[in-house]
């Protein structure tokens, strides 16, 4: 079985210049989490999908960050336009609705605004 | 509200000595609680986790923890430490069975002196 597929493994880019982030959940998981880790910090939710639906959005910067997950597959994650303090990695994970088996992370996408 | 905190960023042991790496949490309800292991540019992998069953719960690579109720503790441990096992580890609670928010440590990095 497939892992949660994150693409692309590294970004760099200039501030201002806008930025998006790709996930493939495991297949069958209808429950979707966007987490940012910064340097040295454990990762924090930024956004969870039920299916379709961002049914927890409270802790995403709205004014330049915004997320779809069409079909309730895949996800994007996009900063428009990206600060400096944005530079992180951002992580995308998957889980059956209430399983106990807690969520499987993909690899992760490593963010440098320069 | 809920938070973890574990005690040391950065902790060394010698190959084959004790690993022991302390996390304790505040919770309103009976909590889930993880551990994760991050390798260097990867993503977290699910290490173990207490679901309100057994309190001592084994995970992969020889790893365990105990739940302590009384102490608020769910320290990670390892017999004997291998090199392999040089990598950062992170706590999490959540309140639910992984469909909810998990809020993570800021993580400690364990190196092992060979």
């Known amino acids: 079985e497939a892992g949660v597929v994150q693409s692309p493994r590294y970004k760099i880019i200039e501030k201002k210049q806008p930025v998006a982030f790709w996930c493939n959940p495991i297949?069958?998981?209808?429950?979707l989490y966007w987490y940012r880790q910064n340097l040295g910090q454990g990762p924090e939710l930024l956004i969870r999908?039920?299916?379709?639906?961002?049914?927890?959005d409270s802790q995403l910067p709205k004014d330049r960050f915004s997320a779809e997950r069409l079909k309730g597959v895949d996800s994007t994650l996009k900063i428009q336009p990206a600060e400096l303090g944005d530079s992180a990695v951002y992580l995308c994970?998957?889980?059956?609705?209430?399983?106990?088996?807690?969520?499987?992370f993909g690899s992760g996408t490593r963010l440098t605004v320069v | 509200a809920q938070s973890v905190t574990q005690l040391g960023s950065h902790v060394s042991v010698s190959e084959g000595a004790l690993v022991l790496l302390r996390c304790n949490y505040s919770?309103?309800?009976?909590?889930?609680l993880f551990w994760y292991v991050q390798y260097p540019n990867q993503g977290l992998q699910l290490l173990l986790k207490?679901?309100?069953?057994?309190?001592l719960v084994k995970g992969i690579n020889g790893f365990e923890a105990e739940f302590k109720k009384s102490e608020t503790s769910f320290h990670l441990t390892k017999p004997s430490a291998h090199m392999s096992d040089a990598a950062e580890y992170f706590c999490?609670?959540?309140?639910?069975?992984?469909?909810?928010?998990?809020?993570f440590g800021k993580g400690t990095k364990l190196s092992v002196i060979p």
């Open positions: 297949s069958g998981h209808n429950t």
């Open positions: 994970a998957s889980s059956l609705r209430d399983s106990p088996y807690g969520y499987t």
């Open positions: 999908y039920e299916n379709e639906e961002a049914v927890d």
């Open positions: 207490y679901t309100s069953a057994a309190t």
């Open positions: 919770s309103s309800v009976p909590p889930y």
């Open positions: 999490a609670v959540g309140p639910g069975a992984g469909s909810y928010q998990l809020t």
